[in-house]
């Protein structure tokens, strides 16, 4: 059978998979003030940040359209698996469900399997789940069994830490929702938080130096991962113009996991995830 994947951008794409021929990704929209581009193959984070940082405006996003989820569900494929960020920080599954839907209304002669997963994170998890969805598919797993052992594995199987150098996105578009959170910024503690298996954020640590906070974050993910076989299995860290920060963090993965070097894979965030994550923002994703 033949299948596509379509992911929304917040799917942080590998050079690999700018080259799969059954990916499809629906961009987000951004927004500051009154410039507006799409999170597409053609956003440029370096400009995007520098208007970010020089704005007075709060950056905002909004999600694909059902009409974009419907047309992307479009094709000579008999299976389609969607993937979104997590319903909890975003509306982009909910616009999914209401596109296949569309579609539905659309082509009632259609005969095409559908799956929408909600990633229950963001940024490299959804790159992981991706990486999974394919494996099975290629391996000629049916479509049933296929939806049963990916939406387990997202919730047992991946794990998403990430440490941020300002929480004002997540904080001004109303991610967060707690007034530790906000009081912790206030004293300038670097928080380590992380995703939890209902897709919503909590905090897992906190330093006064992001350096060391960052140690603690791959200290986590040791501790997660631990006695675990990671035969195969990657970390995606994404980061929002600090490349050089993202090497030292998959260096001390390295160090730490057992996870194979090459599978230990740096990536630029995409646009909505350079909107949250912010400038110098690190997002480390992973498998086990």
Known sequence: MSYKIVADSCCDLTDEMRNWRNLTVVPMTLQIGDYIVQDDENFNQEDFIRRMVSSSVLAKSACPSPEAFAEACEGDED???LLTITDKLSGCYN???QGVKLFRDEHPESTKKIHIFNSLATSGLETIMAYKIKSLADSGVEFDSLVARAEEYCVKNCGLYFCLESLDALKGNGRLFNLGARVIEALKVKLICRRTDYGNISVAGKDLNQSRALTKLAALIAADT???DLTGKAVIVTHVCCEEKAERVAHLIREKCSYAPENVI????????????????????FNK
């Open 95 to 97: 616009s999914a469900v």
């Open 79 to 81: 299976e389609v698996y």
């Open 266 to 285: 740096v990536v630029k965030a995409s646009g909505l995830n350079s909107l949250y994550a912010s400038n110098g923002g690190i997002i480390v994703s």
């Open 226 to 228: 631990e006695g675990c």
